[in-house]
T-cell receptor, first 115, second 115 residues
Framework: GAGVSQSPRYKVAKRGQDVALRCDPI?????LFWYQQALGQGPEFLTY????????KSGLPSDRFFAERPEGSVSTLKIQRTQQEDSAVYLC?????????????FGPGTRLTVL | GNSVTQMEGPVTLSEEAFLTINCTYT??????LFWYVQYPGEGLQLLLK?????DKGSNKGFEATYRKETTSFHLEKGSVQVSDSAVYFC??????????????FGKGTLLTVNP
């Protein structure tokens, strides 16, 4: 069956450009998470959606980062006025339920390079 | 805050060797614990999990036991194969409010198994 997909897989942006990263979760999955993974590090939490509601955005590093999931399925992470420190792999994960121990299914990630 | 500390790599073993990757955690509650694996060119996938103390998670010959008294969740395999070469991430999840069970990851351990 189809897993979590993300697009584009690779994105190169010039500093100051805006970018939009897309996540298609597994159909029917209620919970959706975005993580940022710097080179050689583990993923770090950015934001969480339950259906269309963004319930936690405490991990977004600045107000240049914005995420939405308007219909409770596809989600977009937008970064405005990109900076070099935004270079990372952005991972999307979804889970069927939101309970303790629920498995999160990860997409392949979008590798963002800001020049 | 919550954190995960795992053994730094890289770890290089010969086929059929015994594997241990240490993982300890700090948490402000009673977390669920996970091991995720990232094979070359692929996304993160769940390897095993445990949701309460003394539980043992197991999959593909790998095992880890939730030790609350030592706040540890060490990953072990009795006989590794070349196909086990990957990056391994230890992670925890806690209820962060409402239904949010975001993951907190360690930095990852690169395992290379030589024939």
């Amino acid at each position: 069956g189809a897993g979590v997909s993300q697009s584009p897989r690779y994105k190169v942006a010039k500093r100051g450009q805006d970018v939009a990263l897309r996540c298609d979760p597994i159909s029917g999955h209620v919970s959706l998470f975005w993580y940022q993974q710097a080179l050689g590090q583990g993923p770090e939490f950015l934001t969480y959606f339950q259906n269309e509601a963004q319930l936690d955005k405490s991990g977004l590093p600045s107000d240049r980062f914005f995420a939405e999931r308007p219909e409770g399925s596809v989600s977009t992470l937008k970064i405005q006025r990109t900076q070099q420190e935004d270079s990372a792999v952005y991972l999307c994960a979804s889970s069927l339920t939101s309970g303790r121990g629920a498995e999160q299914f990860f997409g392949p990630g979008t590798r963002l390079t800001v020049l | 805050g919550n954190s995960v500390t795992q053994m730094e790599g890289p770890v290089t073993l010969s086929e059929e060797a015994f594997l241990t990757i240490n993982c300890t955690y700090t948490a402000t509650g009673y977390p669920s614990l996970f091991w995720y694996v990232q094979y070359p060119g692929e996304g993160l996938q769940l390897l095993l999990k445990a949701t309460k103390a003394d539980d043992k998670g197991s999959n593909k010959g790998f095992e880890a036991t939730y030790r609350k008294e030592t706040t540890s969740f060490h990953l072990e395999k009795g006989s590794v194969q070349v196909s086990d070469s990957a990056v391994y991430f230890c992670a925890l999840s806690l209820n962060s409010g409402g239904s949010n069970y975001k993951l907190t990851f360690g930095k990852g351990t690169l395992l290379t198994v030589n024939p």
